[in-house]
């Protein structure tokens, strides 16, 4: 429950309008049940009602877990899918929509289903991209977000507002950054550090705009993608898809879209390889039934002088 005693605080206003769009809904974005206005005068609270996830934010989930490369796999892949839902022409039905670009993608923004899926939450400032709606109306909404994840071109305020996909770009620069904090937690980069949010070991808890363009914009910095993050196969094709998503460029970077048919790749050939070593156990096992693979301890239980095929 989101609870504002500002009534309706503008914000929560077009989270509203864009939580109550039935073609938002989608497995990968939080589920909004309801709003409600309690009390009166002075008391009055305005309350957007949504589903509940025990689990909490990401950010909080990945400090206190290590996650396997299948946890990853599920838990970047829906982050990816909500996104790209989001910035989509049309809904998984096929019928049309309009794409919305959330503007403040981030770990707190994210959170973690039961079944470690993500959900994205948090519309206050997210924005409609109508085609119907004016270069002034675009200029209007501002520099906002979360200044650790703005994109260079934020950060340098020369967003192109005449070209909608603008914005798309812009969202999937941050979620590039939120795919590195899943992927510094997972047990397949080797040594797993302490969980640090993106430059966390360049900039303070919450750095100001002028510190992140000295960083992002001027330095060209990005987080460190260490050697051995590249050695796990996956885990180099999940990093090459991040660096080419927070590229400094905004036309270089990959759409929402595009990264989610890589996720879908990924996640099929880990499927096939895990069935391929499924077949080749069993065709060891129907070629040599009493072969020591499947029964390491035949050694020990053999007969005195016979022999283990």
Known sequence: I?????FPPPHDEKELQIFTDTS???????????AEDRGTGPRREYWLITAYH????????????????????????????????LHSDYTACGRPKIPIAHRDIKSTNVLV????????????????????????DFANSGQVGTARYMAP???????????LESFKQMDVY??????????????????????ELPFGSKVQEQPCVDTMR???????????????WLVHQGMHFLCDTITECWDHDPEARLTAHCVAERFNL????????????????LLATLTHPSAVLLNPKRHNQAEPGASVP
């Open 2 to 6: 989101n609870d504002f005693t500002c």
């Open 24 to 34: 938002l809904k989608h497995d990968s974005v939080l589920r909004f049940l309801t």
């Open 54 to 85: 025990s689990r909490g934010n990401l950010k909080d989930y990945l400090s206190r877990h290590i996650l396997s490369w299948m946890d990853l796999q599920k838990m970047a892949g829906s982050l990816v899918s909500g996104v790209a839902h």
């Open 113 to 136: 289903k039961n079944e470690q899926e993500c959900v994205l939450c948090d519309f206050g400032i997210a924005i409609r991209l109508d085609p119907s709606l004016t270069v002034d």
């Open 153 to 163: 071109e934020v950060l340098e305020s020369r967003v192109n507002l005449e070209d």
């Open 174 to 195: 941050s979620m590039a950054l939120v795919l590195w904090e899943m992927a510094s937690r997972c047990e397949v980069v080797g040594e797993v550090k302490n969980y």
């Open 214 to 228: 000295d960083i992002v914009l001027h330095g060209r910095g990005r987080p460190e993608i260490p050697s051995s």
């Open 266 to 281: 990924m996640i099929c050939a880990t499927a096939i390889v895990s069935t391929q070593l499924c077949w080749l156990i």
